[in-house]
Nanobody, 125 residues
Framework: VQLQASGGGSVQAGGSLRLSCEASGRTLPSDSMGWFRQAPGGEREFVAG????????LYARTVEGRFTVSRDTSKNTMWLQMNNLKPEDTAVYYC???????????????????WGQGTQVTVSS
């Protein structure tokens, strides 16, 4: 499985960006898909994603209400709409994929098998 993330950039605080992640290879609609981010010197942290095709979107508390994750399993594509961006959202954003994950491990980066190359998001104050 290969993941291709795109859509990063530089914006001012309050601005918006939309990230895309396209998967190719042996994927299933039931796969867990997630967005993670990593700031310089920080850990890779969960942002948003889906446990499976029929599960609701899940969000980190720091982005809930500002970010919206969506997915089209027929196109093997996931998006992350980021609104009202803050300087603390600055990070490299990654998309990731794993076979269907139970909730207790869904938020952990170590649970995911496949990763995109990362796309930089920079928010200036």
């Amino acid at each position: 499985v290969q993941l291709q993330a795109s859509g990063g950039g530089s914006v001012q605080a309050g601005g918006s960006l939309r990230l895309s992640c396209e998967a190719s290879g042996r994927t299933l609609p039931s796969d867990s898909m997630g967005w993670f981010r990593q700031a310089p010197g920080g850990e890779r942290e969960f942002v948003a994603g889906f446990r499976g095709r029929n599960n609701n979107a899940l969000y980190a508390r720091t982005v809930e209400g500002r970010f919206t994750v969506s997915r089209d399993t027929s196109k093997n594509t996931m998006w992350l709409q980021m609104n009202n961006l803050k300087p603390e959202d600055t990070a490299v954003y990654y998309c990731a994929r794993a076979p269907y994950l139970i909730l207790s491990v869904f938020y952990s980066a170590s649970s995911y098998d496949n990763w995109g190359q990362g796309t930089q998001v920079t928010v200036s104050s």
